[in-house]
C-alpha cells in the first residue's frame, strides 16, 4: 500500500514554505482523513471545511508533487 498523503506531508511541517503551512494545518486537525491517498477524496474533505482558492492550489501542487515522490497506486482522480 502507497504512503497516505498524509504521511507523505507531514515531512514539510518544519518547512516555512505554502505546503509546509498546509502539513501544519492538516496536523492540527484532528478530522484530517490521515490514511487517503485519493485526490478526489481529499479533494472534498478540504472542500467541506471551506478551505480558501489559495489552499486548494496548495493542495493540489502538494498533492501533483505526491503523486510524482510516491507514485503506484495513488488515487488521482
Same mark, same amino acid.
Given at each position: 500500500?502507497?504512503? %497516505?498523503?498524509?504521511?507523505?506531508? /507531514? ?9 509546509? @503551512?498546509? &502539513?501544519?494545518? +492538516? ?8 490514511? %487517503?491517498?485519493?485526490?478526489?477524496? /481529499? ?9 480558501? @482558492?489559495? &489552499?486548494?492550489? +496548495? ?8 503523486? %510524482? ?9
Amino acid at each position: 500500500m502507497a504512503k %497516505s498523503f498524509y504521511s507523505w506531508l /507531514l515531512q514539510f511541517k518544519n518547512d516555512y514554505t505554502a505546503i509546509g @503551512d498546509l &502539513a501544519r494545518d +492538516v496536523n492540527r486537525d484532528s478530522e484530517f482523513p490521515r490514511r %487517503s491517498i485519493s485526490y478526489r477524496y /481529499l479533494k472534498k474533505y478540504f472542500e467541506s471545511k471551506h478551505a480558501c @482558492d489559495a &489552499a486548494m492550489n +496548495v493542495f493540489v501542487e502538494a498533492f501533483t508533487q505526491y503523486k %510524482s515522490e510516491v507514485g503506484g497506486s495513488i488515487i488521482s482522480c
